[in-house]
């Protein structure tokens, strides 16, 4: 398996843009998380879908932050509009039940300016 | 609700010499923990995990971590570091929240290994 697949993989935008992160879980798992890591604010969960539904979005900042999940293979999440503050690197994670570990992809670097 | 607690922000050692990274955890059931490892650049990725049996689990790299219920920990340690084990390390329990299972990370340790 190729595992977590996230593009792009490096984001520049200027501020007010729409920006969209990409993710596709590895096959056959049934959750799917999105985190925001920054330097001051660390390791944070946006948001989780369990089977293709959001279980717990109580992590999304505000409402510029939209996901979706509209099938077992493909995840979006999607800043409009973006701001400086957005800058930060975003992982996307899945596994396979309640008791497994998260597999991270690679994370893309988005720099709002 | 749970919550991690990593004790040290950062631990710098010698390769070599023996480590222990620090995490408390707390909640009212019974959790998952795990340890994970984020090198430069990358995704995180995991080390070890405990759910349930023996308290002592060994992980990849030469890592092992001990669970202690009374006390609620779950250190991390490794007898000899290598310098390419320096990274960060995440402490985190899942466990069971409303609407489903819901995973939280430790605030990090940045390990910095010296030759």
């Known amino acids: 398996d190729a595992g977590v697949i996230q593009s792009p993989r490096h984001e520049v935008t200027e501020m007010g843009q729409e920006v969209t992160l990409r993710c596709k879980p590895i096959?056959?798992?049934?959750?799917l998380f999105w985190y925001r890591q920054t330097m001051m604010r660390g390791l944070e969960l946006l948001i989780y879908f369990n089977n293709n539904v959001p279980i717990d979005d109580s992590g999304m900042p505000e409402d510029r932050f939209s996901a979706k999940m509209p099938n077992a293979s493909f995840s979006t999440l999607k800043i409009q509009p973006s701001e400086p503050r957005d800058s930060a690197v975003y992982f996307c994670?899945?596994?396979?039940?309640?008791?497994?570990?998260?597999?991270f992809g690679p994370g893309t670097r988005l720099t709002v300016t | 609700a749970q919550s991690v607690t990593q004790l040290d922000s950062q631990v710098p050692v010698f390769e070599e010499a023996p480590v222990e990274l620090r995490c408390n955890y707390s909640s009212s059931v019974s959790v998952y923990l795990f340890w994970y490892v984020q090198y430069p650049n990358q995704g995180l990725q995991l080390l070890l995990k405990y759910l349930s049996g023996s308290t002592l689990v060994k992980g990849i790299n030469g890592f092992e971590a001990e669970f202690n219920k009374s006390q609620t920990s779950f250190h991390l340690r490794k007898p000899s570091v290598h310098i390419s084990d320096t990274a960060e390390y995440f402490c985190?329990?899942?466990?069971?929240?409303?609407?489903?299972?819901?995973?939280?990370f430790g605030a990090g340790t940045r390990l910095f290994v010296k030759a």
């Open positions: 096959s056959g798992h049934n959750s």
């Open positions: 994670a899945s596994s396979l039940g309640a008791s497994d570990e998260q597999y």
């Open positions: 985190a329990v899942r466990g069971p929240n409303t609407g489903g299972f819901k995973t939280i």
